[in-house]
Protein backbone atom coordinates (compact mmCIF):
# COMPACT_ATOMS: atom_id res chain seq x y z
CA UNK A 1 0.00 0.00 0.00
CA UNK A 2 1.26 3.54 -0.93
CA UNK A 3 2.18 5.92 2.22
CA UNK A 4 -0.59 8.22 1.93
CA UNK A 5 1.13 10.84 3.31
CA UNK A 6 2.57 11.83 0.01
CA UNK A 7 0.26 12.75 -2.81
CA UNK A 8 1.54 10.85 -6.30
CA UNK A 9 2.18 14.09 -8.97
CA UNK A 10 1.40 17.24 -6.26
CA UNK A 11 4.19 19.21 -5.29
CA UNK A 12 3.17 21.04 -2.17
CA UNK A 13 5.49 23.64 -2.50
CA UNK A 14 3.91 25.08 -5.76
CA UNK A 15 0.42 23.93 -5.56
CA UNK A 16 -0.03 27.49 -4.30
CA UNK A 17 -2.26 29.94 -2.42
CA UNK A 18 -5.84 29.34 -2.67
CA UNK A 19 -5.91 25.87 -4.61
CA UNK A 20 -6.86 23.21 -2.12
CA UNK A 21 -7.23 19.84 -3.72
CA UNK A 22 -9.88 17.06 -3.80
CA UNK A 23 -8.26 14.05 -3.34
CA UNK A 24 -10.13 11.32 -4.86
CA UNK A 25 -9.31 7.12 -3.83
CA UNK A 26 -10.54 5.31 -6.53
CA UNK A 27 -9.57 1.86 -5.37
CA UNK A 28 -11.96 2.23 -2.43
CA UNK A 29 -14.96 3.91 -4.20
CA UNK A 30 -14.86 0.96 -6.41
CA UNK A 31 -14.10 -2.07 -3.61
CA UNK A 32 -16.73 -0.07 -1.76
CA UNK A 33 -19.18 -0.22 -4.22
CA UNK A 34 -18.87 -3.69 -4.72
CA UNK A 35 -18.71 -4.43 -1.21
CA UNK A 36 -22.53 -3.00 -0.87
CA UNK A 37 -23.68 -4.68 -3.85
CA UNK A 38 -22.39 -8.00 -2.48
CA UNK A 39 -24.16 -7.35 0.74
CA UNK A 40 -27.69 -5.53 -0.49
CA UNK A 41 -30.32 -8.57 -1.20
CA UNK A 42 -31.43 -6.39 -4.28
CA UNK A 43 -30.10 -3.75 -6.41
CA UNK A 44 -28.14 -0.78 -5.42
CA UNK A 45 -28.39 3.00 -6.96
CA UNK A 46 -26.24 5.79 -6.10
CA UNK A 47 -27.73 8.84 -4.47
CA UNK A 48 -25.78 11.29 -7.38
CA UNK A 49 -26.70 14.28 -5.26
CA UNK A 50 -23.89 13.02 -2.51
CA UNK A 51 -20.99 13.84 -4.70
CA UNK A 52 -21.23 14.21 -8.54
CA UNK A 53 -17.86 14.79 -9.65
CA UNK A 54 -17.27 12.24 -12.96
CA UNK A 55 -14.29 10.75 -11.68
CA UNK A 56 -16.45 9.83 -8.72
CA UNK A 57 -18.94 8.57 -10.88
CA UNK A 58 -16.02 6.45 -12.58
CA UNK A 59 -15.14 4.76 -9.82
CA UNK A 60 -18.34 3.72 -8.78
CA UNK A 61 -19.60 2.41 -12.04
CA UNK A 62 -16.05 0.66 -12.34
CA UNK A 63 -17.38 -1.28 -9.12
CA UNK A 64 -20.48 -2.28 -10.45
CA UNK A 65 -23.06 0.57 -9.76
CA UNK A 66 -25.14 0.73 -13.08
CA UNK A 67 -28.58 2.66 -10.87
CA UNK A 68 -28.13 5.89 -10.17
CA UNK A 69 -30.73 7.85 -7.87
CA UNK A 70 -31.17 11.46 -9.59
CA UNK A 71 -33.27 14.57 -8.46
CA UNK A 72 -32.82 16.31 -11.35
CA UNK A 73 -32.67 17.21 -15.35
CA UNK A 74 -29.54 17.91 -14.88
CA UNK A 75 -28.49 15.08 -13.29
CA UNK A 76 -30.08 12.84 -15.63
CA UNK A 77 -28.52 14.41 -18.19
CA UNK A 78 -24.81 14.07 -17.24
CA UNK A 79 -25.08 10.30 -16.28
CA UNK A 80 -27.20 9.29 -19.35
CA UNK A 81 -24.24 11.17 -21.54
CA UNK A 82 -21.11 9.82 -19.00
CA UNK A 83 -23.02 5.83 -19.11
CA UNK A 84 -25.57 5.41 -21.89
CA UNK A 85 -26.66 2.17 -20.56
CA UNK A 86 -27.23 2.89 -17.37
CA UNK A 87 -30.56 3.51 -15.34
CA UNK A 88 -31.88 6.80 -13.91
CA UNK A 89 -34.79 7.20 -11.35
CA UNK A 90 -36.71 10.35 -11.14
CA UNK A 91 -36.76 10.06 -7.10
CA UNK A 92 -37.46 13.58 -6.24
CA UNK A 93 -41.28 13.85 -5.17
CA UNK A 94 -41.68 17.48 -6.44
CA UNK A 95 -40.77 17.48 -10.38
CA UNK A 96 -41.33 20.14 -12.86
CA UNK A 97 -43.72 19.35 -15.22
CA UNK A 98 -40.87 19.93 -18.64
CA UNK A 99 -38.76 18.18 -16.26
CA UNK A 100 -40.97 14.72 -16.26
CA UNK A 101 -41.39 15.03 -19.89
CA UNK A 102 -38.26 15.36 -20.98
CA UNK A 103 -36.79 12.95 -18.74
CA UNK A 104 -39.31 9.79 -19.97
CA UNK A 105 -39.39 10.93 -24.02
CA UNK A 106 -35.36 12.54 -23.94
CA UNK A 107 -33.88 10.10 -21.84
CA UNK A 108 -35.93 6.95 -20.89
CA UNK A 109 -36.44 7.42 -17.21
CA UNK A 110 -38.76 5.39 -15.99
CA UNK A 111 -39.31 5.41 -12.45
CA UNK A 112 -40.47 8.62 -10.79
CA UNK A 113 -41.15 9.36 -7.51
CA UNK A 114 -44.26 11.22 -5.93
CA UNK A 115 -45.96 12.21 -2.35
CA UNK A 116 -48.85 13.66 -3.49
CA UNK A 117 -51.99 13.43 -5.38
CA UNK A 118 -51.62 16.78 -7.03
CA UNK A 119 -47.77 15.54 -8.04
CA UNK A 120 -49.65 12.50 -9.65
CA UNK A 121 -51.53 14.62 -11.99
CA UNK A 122 -49.18 16.20 -13.33
CA UNK A 123 -47.11 13.31 -14.09
CA UNK A 124 -49.82 11.75 -15.68
CA UNK A 125 -50.23 15.14 -18.05
CA UNK A 126 -46.65 15.62 -18.65
CA UNK A 127 -46.20 12.09 -19.92
CA UNK A 128 -49.20 12.30 -22.04
CA UNK A 129 -51.53 9.81 -23.35
CA UNK A 130 -49.05 8.03 -25.73
CA UNK A 131 -46.51 6.90 -22.42
CA UNK A 132 -46.56 3.06 -21.77
CA UNK A 133 -47.93 3.25 -18.51
CA UNK A 134 -47.61 -0.20 -17.96
CA UNK A 135 -43.74 0.15 -18.48
CA UNK A 136 -43.59 3.08 -16.11
CA UNK A 137 -42.99 2.77 -12.22
CA UNK A 138 -44.84 5.78 -9.76
CA UNK A 139 -43.20 5.16 -6.47
CA UNK A 140 -45.36 6.60 -3.66
CA UNK A 141 -42.40 7.82 -0.66
CA UNK A 142 -43.83 7.21 2.80
CA UNK A 143 -43.42 9.63 5.61
CA UNK A 144 -41.24 8.66 8.01
CA UNK A 145 -40.95 9.50 11.88
CA UNK A 146 -38.79 12.32 13.17
CA UNK A 147 -35.67 11.85 15.34
CA UNK A 148 -34.05 8.68 13.88
CA UNK A 149 -31.11 10.02 12.27
CA UNK A 150 -28.59 12.63 13.12
CA UNK A 151 -30.28 14.61 10.10
CA UNK A 152 -33.53 14.55 9.67
CA UNK A 153 -35.70 14.55 6.26
CA UNK A 154 -39.05 13.99 7.85
CA UNK A 155 -40.40 17.48 7.72
CA UNK A 156 -40.43 17.87 3.63
CA UNK A 157 -40.99 14.94 2.18
CA UNK A 158 -43.06 11.72 2.40
CA UNK A 159 -46.77 10.98 2.29
CA UNK A 160 -48.59 10.33 5.68
CA UNK A 161 -50.05 6.66 5.67
CA UNK A 162 -53.39 7.30 4.68
CA UNK A 163 -52.58 9.79 1.97
CA UNK A 164 -49.86 7.71 0.72
CA UNK A 165 -52.29 4.79 0.56
CA UNK A 166 -54.99 6.19 -1.15
CA UNK A 167 -52.02 7.33 -3.69
CA UNK A 168 -50.97 4.06 -4.09
CA UNK A 169 -53.75 2.28 -5.26
CA UNK A 170 -54.61 5.55 -7.34
CA UNK A 171 -50.92 4.80 -9.02
CA UNK A 172 -51.99 1.24 -9.91
CA UNK A 173 -55.84 1.58 -10.67
CA UNK A 174 -54.22 4.17 -13.56
CA UNK A 175 -52.07 1.50 -15.09
CA UNK A 176 -48.45 1.82 -13.62
CA UNK A 177 -46.28 0.05 -12.37
CA UNK A 178 -46.37 0.61 -8.41
CA UNK A 179 -43.65 1.01 -5.56
CA UNK A 180 -43.28 1.74 -2.22
CA UNK A 181 -39.91 4.34 -1.20
CA UNK A 182 -38.84 6.05 2.20
CA UNK A 183 -35.74 7.84 3.66
CA UNK A 184 -35.31 7.46 7.33
CA UNK A 185 -32.89 10.53 7.33
CA UNK A 186 -29.61 11.51 6.64
CA UNK A 187 -26.56 9.39 8.59
CA UNK A 188 -28.47 6.99 10.45
CA UNK A 189 -27.16 5.07 13.04
CA UNK A 190 -29.72 2.74 14.06
CA UNK A 191 -30.87 -0.37 11.81
CA UNK A 192 -33.94 -0.54 13.58
CA UNK A 193 -35.22 2.45 11.77
CA UNK A 194 -35.29 0.61 8.77
CA UNK A 195 -37.48 -2.01 10.81
CA UNK A 196 -39.69 0.68 11.30
CA UNK A 197 -39.91 2.29 7.96
CA UNK A 198 -40.85 -1.09 6.67
CA UNK A 199 -43.76 -1.98 8.65
CA UNK A 200 -44.97 1.78 8.10
CA UNK A 201 -44.53 0.60 3.96
CA UNK A 202 -46.23 -2.63 4.71
CA UNK A 203 -49.07 -1.27 6.59
CA UNK A 204 -49.83 1.44 3.33
CA UNK A 205 -50.08 -1.52 1.48
CA UNK A 206 -52.41 -3.83 3.80
CA UNK A 207 -54.25 -0.25 3.93
CA UNK A 208 -54.44 0.52 0.13
CA UNK A 209 -56.29 -3.23 -0.31
CA UNK A 210 -52.99 -5.05 -0.92
CA UNK A 211 -52.07 -3.75 -3.94
CA UNK A 212 -49.29 -5.73 -5.36
CA UNK A 213 -46.39 -3.99 -5.65
CA UNK A 214 -42.91 -3.95 -8.36
CA UNK A 215 -40.17 -2.21 -6.27
CA UNK A 216 -40.11 -1.39 -2.52
CA UNK A 217 -36.85 1.00 -2.16
CA UNK A 218 -35.78 1.55 1.37
CA UNK A 219 -33.80 4.76 0.50
CA UNK A 220 -30.52 6.04 2.08
CA UNK A 221 -29.75 7.10 5.22
CA UNK A 222 -26.61 4.38 5.40
CA UNK A 223 -23.82 6.25 7.55
CA UNK A 224 -20.10 6.01 6.84
CA UNK A 225 -17.91 4.84 9.76
CA UNK A 226 -16.38 8.12 11.00
CA UNK A 227 -16.12 6.96 14.18
CA UNK A 228 -15.90 3.27 13.62
CA UNK A 229 -18.97 3.01 16.16
CA UNK A 230 -21.73 3.04 13.36
CA UNK A 231 -22.94 0.09 11.95
CA UNK A 232 -21.81 -1.43 9.05
CA UNK A 233 -23.91 -1.45 6.04
CA UNK A 234 -24.11 -5.04 6.19
CA UNK A 235 -25.94 -4.78 9.83
CA UNK A 236 -28.47 -2.53 7.68
CA UNK A 237 -28.62 -4.64 4.54
CA UNK A 238 -29.46 -8.27 6.89
CA UNK A 239 -31.99 -6.01 9.30
CA UNK A 240 -34.00 -5.10 6.06
CA UNK A 241 -33.38 -8.26 4.22
CA UNK A 242 -34.76 -9.85 7.48
CA UNK A 243 -37.74 -7.54 8.41
CA UNK A 244 -38.81 -7.82 4.49
CA UNK A 245 -39.42 -11.70 4.37
CA UNK A 246 -40.77 -11.48 7.66
CA UNK A 247 -44.09 -8.81 6.77
CA UNK A 248 -44.60 -10.46 3.48
CA UNK A 249 -45.02 -7.53 1.12
CA UNK A 250 -47.35 -8.74 -2.12
CA UNK A 251 -46.40 -8.48 -5.64
CA UNK A 252 -43.26 -8.82 -7.57
CA UNK A 253 -41.76 -6.57 -4.80
CA UNK A 254 -37.58 -6.23 -5.92
CA UNK A 255 -35.47 -4.18 -3.04
CA UNK A 256 -33.99 -1.28 -4.35
CA UNK A 257 -31.57 1.05 -2.23
CA UNK A 258 -30.18 4.47 -2.54
CA UNK A 259 -26.67 4.96 -0.49
CA UNK A 260 -24.79 7.68 -0.93
CA UNK A 261 -22.42 8.71 1.71
CA UNK A 262 -22.04 4.98 2.37
CA UNK A 263 -20.61 4.29 -0.68
CA UNK A 264 -18.16 7.57 -1.11
CA UNK A 265 -17.63 8.97 2.40
CA UNK A 266 -14.42 7.06 2.66
CA UNK A 267 -13.17 7.26 -1.15
CA UNK A 268 -12.33 11.58 -0.99
CA UNK A 269 -10.25 13.57 1.38
CA UNK A 270 -9.28 17.29 1.00
CA UNK A 271 -5.46 18.46 0.84
CA UNK A 272 -5.48 22.11 1.99
CA UNK A 273 -3.50 24.58 3.13
CA UNK A 274 -2.62 26.41 6.57
CA UNK A 275 -3.00 30.57 5.71
CA UNK A 276 -2.02 31.37 9.42
CA UNK A 277 -1.84 29.39 12.69
CA UNK A 278 -3.17 31.57 15.55
CA UNK A 279 -2.66 30.12 18.74
CA UNK A 280 -4.80 26.86 18.19
CA UNK A 281 -7.16 28.23 15.74
CA UNK A 282 -5.61 27.38 12.01
CA UNK A 283 -7.09 28.96 9.19
CA UNK A 284 -7.35 27.34 5.91
CA UNK A 285 -7.46 27.70 2.24
CA UNK A 286 -10.84 26.34 2.04
CA UNK A 287 -14.16 25.90 4.30
CA UNK A 288 -17.44 25.39 4.88
CA UNK A 289 -18.42 27.27 1.53
CA UNK A 290 -16.37 24.75 0.08
CA UNK A 291 -15.39 20.91 0.55
CA UNK A 292 -15.48 21.28 4.23
CA UNK A 293 -19.30 21.89 5.47
CA UNK A 294 -19.69 18.17 6.44
CA UNK A 295 -17.00 19.51 9.56
CA UNK A 296 -19.62 21.86 10.59
CA UNK A 297 -22.54 19.94 9.61
CA UNK A 298 -21.15 16.98 11.39
CA UNK A 299 -18.13 17.95 13.86
CA UNK A 300 -14.89 16.48 14.45
CA UNK A 301 -15.75 13.29 12.95
CA UNK A 302 -13.27 13.05 9.95
CA UNK A 303 -9.59 11.94 10.07
CA UNK A 304 -7.01 14.71 10.04
CA UNK A 305 -2.98 14.73 9.06
CA UNK A 306 0.07 16.93 8.88
CA UNK A 307 1.18 16.49 5.13
CA UNK A 308 4.70 18.42 4.73
CA UNK A 309 7.52 18.68 2.73
CA UNK A 310 9.64 19.70 5.61
CA UNK A 311 11.23 17.46 8.38
CA UNK A 312 8.54 17.57 11.76
CA UNK A 313 9.65 16.42 14.55
CA UNK A 314 7.41 13.93 16.63
CA UNK A 315 5.31 16.03 18.45
CA UNK A 316 2.43 15.43 21.25
CA UNK A 317 -1.16 16.11 19.45
CA UNK A 318 -3.03 19.19 20.38
CA UNK A 319 -6.78 20.35 20.09
CA UNK A 320 -7.65 23.15 17.48
CA UNK A 321 -11.11 25.03 15.71
CA UNK A 322 -10.77 25.52 11.95
CA UNK A 323 -11.60 28.45 9.91
CA UNK A 324 -12.29 28.81 6.21
CA UNK A 325 -11.11 32.06 4.03
CA UNK A 326 -13.79 33.51 3.79
CA UNK A 327 -14.62 36.58 5.31
CA UNK A 328 -17.91 35.52 7.01
CA UNK A 329 -17.62 34.08 10.67
CA UNK A 330 -19.72 31.36 10.42
CA UNK A 331 -17.31 29.99 8.20
CA UNK A 332 -15.46 27.73 10.76
CA UNK A 333 -15.28 24.02 12.69
CA UNK A 334 -15.41 24.71 16.34
CA UNK A 335 -13.93 20.89 16.44
CA UNK A 336 -11.91 19.86 18.89
CA UNK A 337 -9.84 18.45 15.85
CA UNK A 338 -6.82 16.38 17.11
CA UNK A 339 -3.91 17.24 14.90
CA UNK A 340 -0.08 17.33 16.05
CA UNK A 341 0.88 20.66 17.99
CA UNK A 342 3.74 20.74 15.17
CA UNK A 343 1.79 22.10 12.38
CA UNK A 344 2.24 25.66 11.46
CA UNK A 345 1.73 28.93 9.08
CA UNK A 346 2.29 27.46 5.27
CA UNK A 347 2.01 23.56 6.36
CA UNK A 348 -0.47 21.12 4.27
CA UNK A 349 -3.13 19.28 6.02
CA UNK A 350 -5.19 16.19 4.63
CA UNK A 351 -8.82 15.58 5.49
CA UNK A 352 -10.21 12.05 5.06
CA UNK A 353 -13.84 10.79 4.56
CA UNK A 354 -14.89 13.90 2.63
CA UNK A 355 -16.58 12.14 0.00
CA UNK A 356 -20.16 12.88 1.03
CA UNK A 357 -21.55 16.68 0.63
CA UNK A 358 -18.30 18.36 0.36
CA UNK A 359 -17.72 19.11 -3.43
CA UNK A 360 -21.69 18.90 -4.02
CA UNK A 361 -22.17 21.61 -1.37
CA UNK A 362 -19.79 24.12 -2.74
CA UNK A 363 -20.11 27.80 -3.86
CA UNK A 364 -18.42 30.81 -5.24
CA UNK A 365 -18.54 32.77 -2.09
CA UNK A 366 -15.70 35.63 -1.93
CA UNK A 367 -14.49 34.62 -4.67
CA UNK A 368 -12.84 31.17 -3.29
CA UNK A 369 -13.36 27.96 -5.05
CA UNK A 370 -12.13 24.59 -4.72
CA UNK A 371 -11.84 22.87 -8.17
CA UNK A 372 -9.00 21.15 -8.24
CA UNK A 373 -9.13 16.81 -8.84
CA UNK A 374 -6.44 14.19 -8.38
CA UNK A 375 -6.45 10.65 -8.09
CA UNK A 376 -4.46 8.29 -5.70
CA UNK A 377 -3.85 5.36 -5.84
CA UNK A 378 -4.15 2.51 -2.84
CA UNK A 379 -5.87 3.14 0.63
CA UNK A 380 -5.57 6.62 2.32
CA UNK A 381 -3.85 7.39 5.78
CA UNK A 382 -7.07 6.50 7.93
CA UNK A 383 -7.45 3.12 6.61
CA UNK A 384 -4.14 2.32 7.02
CA UNK A 385 -4.30 3.59 10.74
CA UNK A 386 -7.18 1.31 11.22
CA UNK A 387 -5.43 -1.96 9.69
CA UNK A 388 -2.38 -0.99 11.56
CA UNK A 389 -4.13 -0.98 14.99
CA UNK A 390 -6.26 -4.07 14.22
CA UNK A 391 -2.94 -6.03 13.61
CA UNK A 392 -1.52 -4.56 17.05
CA UNK A 393 -5.03 -5.27 18.96
CA UNK A 394 -4.41 -8.94 17.26
CA UNK A 395 -0.99 -9.23 18.69
Known sequence: MPDAARVPNISLSKTGHETPVHLIYHDVLKATAERLRRAFPGEVMYA???NDNPLVLDALHAGGIAHFDTASLTEIAAITKQFPNATCHFMHPVKPAPAIRSAYWDYGVKVFALDHEDEFEKIVEALGPNAKRHKIL???RVQMPAGQTVMCLSGKFGAPLGEAAA???KVHDAGFKTGLTFHVG???TDVKAYSVALKRCRRVQAMAGEVPIDVLDV???FPCQYLGTEPAFEAFAEKIAAKYRKLGFKGPCKLFCEPGRALVGDGMS???QVDL????DLFLNDGIFGGLSELRFLGPYFPIKLVSDRPVEPCPTAEFQLFGPTCDSIDSAPGPFLLTDAVRTGDWIEIGRLGAYSNAYRTRFNGFYSDRYQVVKGHPFWMLEAAQTS???AA
Open 391 to 393: IED
Open 270 to 272: MLV
Open 167 to 169: LLK
Open 138 to 140: LSV
Open 186 to 188: SYC
Open 277 to 280: RRRN
Open 48 to 50: VKC
Open 219 to 221: GGG
